[in-house]
């Protein structure tokens, strides 16, 4: 970051004038009331912008969110976990359109001003004789205090609730910038797996808020993978309320450079968080593409190695196999040269020119064991790179994601399938 910032409490509910809540209903199971409804509210008219999933199967709640969008800005978020509302059809637009209806009535607001995010099982009807009741109070329970109640209610597989907020001056105005994530598999750039809602009480027009957006993604949560499966639901949403009293920011001005730059540290930061807390994951590594011909090449290979699941598996029994690293580099499609290609980890060389280095391998198992590490792999044909952040593959993650049947055991139970 290029300017100094302070790291406060609050998350998403951290900047002025935002107000957030959450409940337990039971979405899942409704024995077991963990939090699973959440809302995010501004007191005051936003911009807003934000960016979805690429896959060509998307959820209602997405469906619906981008709608909403086109139309304008939001000043409301409401979003659940233990049920993806995908795969649901009309249905599901329908049940999504109503959890906007519910909160943008108390709150009065028209419902194209309300986002709708949802998360969990995909397949399953929404249990909305569950969630429907649990409204009033979503809505009577908005406060100051409540950010890090909403990274608890939208955490699936998560073991963590991951959010973060800091504070910054920006044009002589002390800002605030908070925000929370969710996300542990079914990770894969383009863009990842993942709900995140973040919240600014600076003043940016909708037009420069979209691009910093756009920018700040294809840099933190397009760059990270766990398993390499995109998700149905994958949504950033970003709202900003101007109650730090600045003026509107200039695009491509230098307090919008340095928002930008805000922006995308603090997503950044929550991507990482997300790799860290993957599936049953038990290495963080960094991948770090230098020497390409081209952007898109270091790209290419950048991905091919963190989604090679025999690159991961590798990882996971601390195996500094770099034949592994280079069979994922060649197949990658990028243009590269075998015997140019050199590969290290945590900067000990491990290939040169495409052969075994003489580096001890004992020095490099070390490495490879440790928790988090970094592979360098450059390719020596230009000056274009590229990073990525990635984890290994476990025998662990395979059993966890074995089946699901429990949850249509309970949507039979409730009549829904």
């Not at 809505?139 to 909403?150: C, F, I, W």
């Not at 963590?160 to 990770?187: D, N, T, W």
């Not at 600045?246 to 450079?257: E, K, Q, V």
Request: a positive charge; proline letters at 5%; charged letters at 25%.
């Amino acid at each position: 970051m290029e300017f100094p910032f302070t790291r406060i409490k609050g998350g998403v509910g951290a900047p002025r004038g935002f107000l957030t809540s959450a409940v337990g209903c039971g979405i899942k199971n409704p024995e077991v009331k963990r939090l699973d409804l959440a809302l995010i509210y501004s007191d005051a008219p936003c911009t807003s912008a934000g960016t979805f999933t690429t896959n060509r199967v998307k959820a209602a709640p997405v469906r619906v969110s981008q709608a909403h969008l086109r139309k304008g800005s939001l000043r409301a978020i409401v979003a659940n976990s233990g049920n993806a509302n995908a795969c649901t059809g009309v249905q599901g637009i329908h049940d999504a359109k109503a959890m906007a209806d519910a909160v943008a009535g108390p709150l009065d607001l028209n419902r194209s001003e309300t986002g709708v995010c949802s998360t969990g099982v995909i397949g399953l009807p929404m249990p909305m004789a569950r969630i429907e009741p649990a409204f009033p109070e979503l809505v009577a329970g908005l406060g100051r205090r409540n950010g890090g109640a909403v990274a608890q209610a939208i955490m699936t597989s998560d073991t963590r609730p991951k959010e973060l907020a800091i504070s910054f001056e920006l044009g002589g105005y002390r800002v605030r910038l908070g925000g929370c994530v969710k996300g542990a598999g079914m990770i894969s750039p383009s863009m990842a797996t993942m709900l995140c809602f973040i919240t600014t009480d600076a003043a940016v027009p909708k037009d420069a808020l979209q691009k910093a957006v756009l920018e700040a993604v294809e840099e933190s949560f397009n760059r990270i993978t766990i398993d390499g499966d995109m998700s149905t639901n994958d949504t950033v949403l970003v709202m900003a309320n101007g109650k730090s009293g600045m003026p509107p920011i200039r695009r491509n001005g230098p307090r919008c450079r340095q928002f930008r730059n805000a922006l995308r540290w603090l997503m950044g930061e929550l991507a990482k968080a997300i790799v860290r807390d993957g599936e049953r994951v038990t290495k963080f590594v960094t991948v770090d593409v230098r020497g390409a011909r081209t952007y898109l090449d270091a790209k290419k290979v950048a991905e091919a190695v963190c989604k090679s699941a025999l690159v991961k598996s590798s990882w996971n029994g601390g195996d500094p196999n770099w034949g592994r690293v280079l069979h994922a580099v060649g197949y990658s499609r990028a243009r590269i040269r075998e015997e140019l290609v050199d590969i290290r980890y945590d900067g000990l060389p491990a290939c040169l020119g495409g052969l075994q280095a003489d580096t001890p391998m004992p020095k490099l198992r070390e490495v490879a064991a440790r928790p988090e590490f970094t592979i360098e792999i450059d390719l020596n044909q230009g000056k274009a790179d590229y990073q990525m952040y990635s984890s290994d593959l476990s025998p662990e993650y395979i059993d966890f994601n074995r089946s699901e049947y429990a949850y249509w055991k309970q949507a039979r139970k409730d009549g829904l399938v």
